[in-house]
């Protein structure tokens, strides 16, 4: 089975403070994907990855950046949290055959900035 | 550009009886399709996907989903519905030019004993 885990499952942080959130894959998976999900909205992309060292933009990559240093692990930072980041947080990732390829999806970060 | 719309945020339903969540897309290529369902507390998990194979694709826990390019639709059913099919449903269209997936904003499906 394919397995996407992240770092935390909730994370309480302060106006300013600089946060990571880390995901790992143990599929070998090409292609990473950082979402967030807040009710009514679906899943916004932030940031994808389709190879070590390579980041691409999403929907909504402002407030964000990435790194994405191994194959098996990529990292959403927020350079200074903001309360309009607090929602949930959704790591996910793919192999390469394109497009129609399914994601597998961690349990997400639901992160609370005050 | 691609897109999709969820036609019902919440749907209602009693157990026993079909379960029909609606899903309409839009798309400039002969699209791939997936539904994802998410539970409560945990993580997405795919239902179902469509890629150009047959038209009716058959899911997990009892769902299928009908492609229909004449009337741009994906929609989800279920004969009969069971308590633990309460969750969030999600319809979602791939996008060719890239890896990326175009999600609908969900549909919460209630079941009532």
């Known amino acids: 089975d394919v397995k996407v885990t992240q770092s935390s499952r909730y994370l309480v942080k302060r106006t300013g403070e600089k946060v990571f959130l880390e995901c790992v894959q143990d599929?070998?998976?090409?292609?990473m994907f950082w979402y967030r999900q807040d009710p009514g909205l679906g899943l916004r992309l932030i940031y994808f990855?389709?190879?070590?060292?390579?980041?691409e933009k999403g929907d909504i990559p402002e407030g964000y950046s990435v790194s994405r240093e191994k194959k098996e692990r990529f990292s959403l930072i927020l350079e200074s949290a903001s309360t309009n980041q607090t929602s949930m947080y959704l790591c996910?990732?793919?192999?390469?055959?394109?497009?129609?390829?399914?994601?597998?999806f961690g349990p997400g970060t639901r992160l609370t900035v005050l | 550009a691609q897109s999709v719309t969820q036609l019902d945020s919440h749907v209602s339903v009693s157990e026993g009886t079909p379960v029909l969540l609606r899903c309409n897309y839009s798309?400039?290529?002969?699209?791939?399709l997936f539904w994802y369902v998410q539970h409560p507390n945990k993580g997405l998990q795919l239902l179902l996907k469509y890629t150009s194979a047959a038209t009716l694709v058959k899911g997990i826990n009892g769902f299928e989903a009908e492609f229909k390019k004449s009337e741009t639709s994906f929609h989800l059913t279920k004969p009969s519905a069971h308590m633990s099919d309460a969750a969030e449903y999600f319809c979602?269209?791939?996008?060719?030019?890239?890896?990326?997936?175009?999600w609908g904003a969900g549909t919460k499906l209630i079941i009532k004993p």
């Open positions: 599929m070998d998976h090409e292609n």
């Open positions: 990855s389709y190879d070590v060292k390579m980041k």
């Open positions: 979602v269209v791939s996008d060719y030019s890239n890896y990326q997936l175009i």
């Open positions: 996910a990732s793919s192999s390469n055959s394109g497009g129609a390829d399914t994601q597998y």
């Open positions: 798309s400039s290529y002969s699209p791939s």
